[in-house]
């Protein structure tokens, strides 16, 4: 993705590794402004996901990311940065997180990833099968994939 996810781990966070779009190392790098930022630093750092976690800070860098399109709609910026995704996701009741969001419609939806992403929930909690990775950060990286 990012193609600095070894390098930016290494880096501890720093702009190569905000860039590099591996929310991953860049979490791990210590992207506390990012996570933070969507009130999901915990949950966003563990998503290792670029998408979920750049939704959740919804932050310039994260949107930088592997995930700009989504990052970049910002409907999930808003649900994850209300953390409200942080514990919902985790649960995977998609529905009651991406309502929140402001995404009910397609939350409610579920099956459309495209209309959730344009509604403000993230594929993941559309899913709601991603429970794991929504759990683990609000939608984690394994859940896009």
Request: charged share 50%; aromatic share 0%; hydrophobic share 10%.
């Amino acid at each position: 993705r990012g193609g600095n996810s070894k390098e930016a781990k290494r880096g501890g966070g720093s702009k190569e590794s905000k860039r590099g779009g591996d929310s991953k190392e860049a979490k791990r790098g210590g992207n506390s402004k990012k996570a933070k930022g969507g009130g999901n630093s915990k949950e966003a750092k563990r998503g290792g996901d670029s998408k979920e976690a750049k939704r959740g800070g919804g932050s310039k860098e994260a949107k930088r990311g592997g995930d700009s399109k989504e990052a970049k709609r910002g409907g999930d910026s808003k649900e994850a940065k209300r953390g409200g995704d942080s514990k919902e996701a985790k649960r995977g009741g998609d529905s009651k997180e991406a309502k929140r969001g402001g995404c009910s419609k397609e939350a409610k939806r579920g099956g459309n990833s495209k209309e959730a992403k344009r509604g403000g929930g993230s594929k993941e909690a559309k899913r709601g099968g991603d429970s794991k990775e929504a759990k683990r950060g609000g939608g984690s990286k394994d859940t896009k994939r």
